[in-house]
């Protein structure tokens, strides 16, 4: 007989220095023109309101900037991440405006990030 | 892995609002949510409101983002006490599903967590918190199985609310080291709401562990609506409920209820 396939099992432990967070803006009155460098300056002007200079001077790459749907990629620190997070969910206005940063995925790996189970669309076979 | 819960959406009469902020929540991925019916009482005696039908709001509930149930809407009371004389236990709170009060005095705070028969105890978000938090009521409270509620909304608005309603949690968080707290949204506006994987993580601003920060949105919701069973029942073992009056009804009943049971058991 045939031994049984032993599996070996990899837990990687800090695999990666960075997380990587995709986010969206929602915005009260729809769309709005954005350009990359105003998107960041938002998201320094939330770690400033909630950090002060210290959070502000925090060091994150916006990766990715989709100005038609208002989606990002963030690249940032392991350690930064719960202090930019928390800055993004507590943002509620952009020039009096509400707003909403809605985070859809965050991962240590970027190519996590390719695709989101949460929104996989089954055939009618699958789900009936 | 338990499911997400945000326990706190403020009624409104505008009945597209109250849509727009359940369908918002069932996208952001919370399996129930509660409404809200805020009363303060002025006057000796209150009426207190009866909560609407939830089928009212919906034909058809929206689905749950990553799961192919519908949205479960709840009713909840909170009743601002400002004097013993507001809570008094009729059976128009019974009408509700869960049952909370927002003590304003300390004299209050501690009957509210060592005798009042109610699910949750709010927290003071938009102003400081007028007392100390002290050990002896609130270990009763966590004794209790009655739950600490911390809103966020006011902390998204307003930035010297944001201050308030981090000190408050982080001074709650000191005596009670992370257990027995909720974490809801109070929102007004679809706008508000956030994600629970947000408030989670908002959990570790206000003082929480991970586990804990998570378990504010999830688990511990789950107790609050089992607390909440049991005061509208005889400590969740015997209840009643109206005779059906056919008899195949009752047949078709039994099982529902039982269903129900085992569901949110």
Redesign the interface.
């Known amino acids: 007989m045939e031994e049984p396939t032993t599996f070996e099992r990899h837990v990687y432990k800090n695999a990666s220095v960075y997380h990587y967070m995709k986010i969206s803006l929602?915005l009260?009155n729809g769309k709005r023109s954005f350009s990359d460098a105003q998107f960041k300056q938002l998201i320094i002007s939330a770690l400033k309101?909630?950090y002060g200079e210290v959070g502000a001077a925090f060091p994150f790459d916006l990766l990715k900037f989709d100005p038609s749907s208002l989606k990002a990629i963030l690249r940032v620190y392991n350690k930064g991440l719960?202090k930019l997070?928390?800055a993004?969910?507590?943002?509620?206005s952009y020039q009096n405006e509400?707003?909403?940063f809605?985070?859809i995925q965050?991962s240590p790996f970027l190519l996590a990030l390719s695709g989101n189970?949460?929104e996989l669309q089954f055939g009618e076979s699958l789900?009936s | 892995m338990s499911v997400f819960m945000d326990l706190n959406i403020v009624n409104s009469h505008d009945k597209n609002k109250l849509t727009s902020i359940i369908e918002t929540a069932a996208h952001l991925g919370y399996s129930t949510v509660a409404i809200n019916y805020v009363i303060e009482p002025q006057k000796k005696k209150q009426e207190i409101p009866k909560p609407h039908s939830v089928s009212d709001i919906f034909e058809k509930f929206p689905m749950v983002q990553g799961k192919s149930t519908p949205i479960k809407v709840l009713n909840r009371l909170t009743i601002v006490a400002s004097d013993a004389s507001h809570f008094r236990p009729t059976n128009d709170y019974k009408l509700f599903d869960l049952v909370a009060v927002y003590p304003k005095t300390e004299k209050l705070f501690h009957a509210a967590c060592m005798t009042f028969d109610v699910d949750i105890i709010c927290i003071a978000v938009g102003e400081r918190q007028p007392f100390h938090f002290k050990r002896a009521p609130v270990n009763g409270a966590i004794d209790r199985g009655v739950f600490f509620d911390i809103s966020y909304t006011a902390a998204i608005r307003d930035s010297s609310m944001r201050r308030y309603t981090i000190a408050n949690a982080t001074c709650l968080m000191e005596v009670c080291k992370g257990k027995n707290i909720i974490i809801s949204s109070g929102a007004e506006k679809s706008l508000e709401m956030r994600g629970p994987y947000d408030i989670a993580n908002l959990g570790l601003v206000f003082g929480l562990s991970e586990g804990d920060a998570k378990a504010a949105v999830s688990t511990n919701c789950r107790s609050v609506l089992l607390h909440g069973e049991t005061r509208a029942t005889a400590s969740g073992v015997v209840y009643t409920m109206k005779k059906p009056h056919t008899l195949e009804e009752q047949i078709e009943d039994k099982p529902a209820s039982k269903k129900a049971k085992t569901e949110t058991a």
């Open positions: 929602d009260e309101e909630l719960v997070w928390s993004l969910t507590l943002l509620g509400a707003c909403a809605r985070v965050v189970s949460r789900t």
